[in-house]
């Protein structure tokens, strides 16, 4: 059979669907940009889909509800610390003493550019899905700022706890990386690579830099997709593979973050900035 003919009744095949997925679960996490690959593999690969449509990105925030669903259960119990530490803080109001407290407000601060920046431009970002020549320049300059991050970090303060080293940040720089991952919205530019270079930056060791970055993408990417998803209906999106790549998604987030939470106890981001140029460079030849 004409495998065009698949086109005609649902935007994705399920092959696809699970392929996007599993992308999404992975490269959320690891810091190489999962807008970025979702973009450029289906044009490197000459599937016959329309990266630009409602139908195809409603499908992309299904996979990324699953991602924040994943993230969310996977870190729980700091979920429910910093809750209480919120709460804690505004009946005392105060933070003094409470490094929960201070990183839960930190994270809401954080996480104020990324929302002000997707609700003001969503429709410009949305046009940059069918750009896979702009993707790949972009993946390249993220991986020249996982380089810049390695050469220009700044080292963690002996006998910190991971909780305290991060409430130590003022808001002011929580504000700076919250700005940092917002630029993430544009394909090919990691959320997790670029706050993570803020956290580095402002005296994170890279264990907590990913923790800090897992933390706050959570209500990024979960508030998106909540907001979204009723387009996947509206659309015309293809439920049944939007659940499968979810689906996938949400597996594959999950070891990534096991994975990457031990990591980042004794790696680097080296080995990423090397393959985002290597990767963008190829895209860029083939596309070419």
Not at 59 to 84: K, P
Not at 234 to 252: E, H, I, N, R, T
Request: glycine share 10%; proline share 4%.
């Amino acid at each position: 059979a004409d495998p065009r003919v698949r086109y005609t009744f649902r935007m994705l095949t399920f092959g696809q669907a699970a392929l996007l997925g599993i992308l999404q679960g992975v490269a959320e996490l690891f810091p190489v940009s999962s807008l970025g690959h979702t973009v450029l593999v289906p044009a490197l690969l000459d599937w016959q889909i329309n990266e630009a449509s409602g139908g195809f990105v409603a499908f992309v925030v299904a996979t990324h509800a699953a991602t924040a669903l994943a993230l969310l259960l996977f870190f729980w119990r700091d979920w429910l610390n910093i809750i209480s530490g919120i709460l804690r803080s505004l009946k005392t109001r105060t933070l003094a003493h409470d490094p929960y407290a201070r990183l839960g407000w930190l994270l809401i601060i954080a996480t104020i550019p990324a929302g002000l920046l997707g609700l003001a431009l969503q429709n410009f970002f949305t046009t940059l899905f069918g750009a896979a020549t702009l993707v790949a320049c972009a993946l390249i300059v993220n991986g020249i700022v996982l380089f810049a991050a390695e050469k220009l970090r700044t080292r963690k303060p002996q006998g910190a706890t991971s909780d305290a080293t991060s409430s130590q940040m003022t808001f002011g720089r929580g504000f700076a990386i919250g700005c940092a991952q917002a630029l993430a919205l544009i394909p090919g530019l990691s959320r997790t690579g670029l706050a993570m270079t803020g956290g580095m930056l402002n005296g994170l060791s890279h264990e907590d830099a990913a923790r800090f970055s897992f933390l706050l993408a959570t209500p990024v990417i979960g508030a998106a997709a909540v907001l979204k998803l009723p387009d996947l209906l509206k659309s015309g999106g293809d439920v049944p593979a939007a659940l499968l790549g979810a689906a996938c998604a949400f597996v594959a987030a999950l070891v990534s973050t096991r994975f990457l939470t031990r990591y980042f106890r004794t790696r680097t981001l080296k080995p990423f900035a090397w393959y985002c140029i290597v990767a963008g460079l190829l895209a860029l030849a083939i596309l070419h």
